[in-house]
């Protein structure tokens, strides 16, 4: 059973990191004056705030939903999700700077720790 786990899990990782090459070669295809590394940090941001959080907060439905639909609805519940609770971490106190570095993590670690409870 666990190595079932872990032959998905790196199956699944490993598509990720397809998209975000493929992703990396589209952004600098489209900003090809700003060059590689801008391309590159651009797709890093976007995928550490808003596809990996989702990703991993989708986890929990991976028996009913293959990995392209988890990837496109997870984007979308980690932008709703990383809003919300980035207005109430502003609400708390907490300086918006450091949104960035402490909302993702926390996301994933819930999906993660969500999935492997299941």
Do not use: C, Q
Not at 78 to 104: E, Q, R, T
């Amino acid at each position: 059973m666990k190595k079932e786990i872990f032959d998905r899990m790196k199956k699944e990782l490993l598509n990720i990191a397809a998209l975000l090459v493929l992703f990396i070669v589209i952004f600098w295809i489209m900003f090809y004056r700003g060059g590689f590394i801008s391309a590159a940090r651009a797709v890093l941001a976007l995928f550490w705030l808003f596809a990996l959080p989702g990703y991993f907060l989708t986890l929990y439905w991976h028996e009913k939903l293959d990995f392209a639909e988890r990837f496109v609805i997870g984007i979308a519940v980690s932008l709703a999700v990383a809003g919300i609770a980035s207005y109430y971490l502003g609400v708390f106190g907490l300086d918006i700077k450091h949104h960035i570095v402490i909302l993702p993590l926390i996301l994933i670690l819930m999906g993660a720790i969500i999935n492997l409870r299941k």
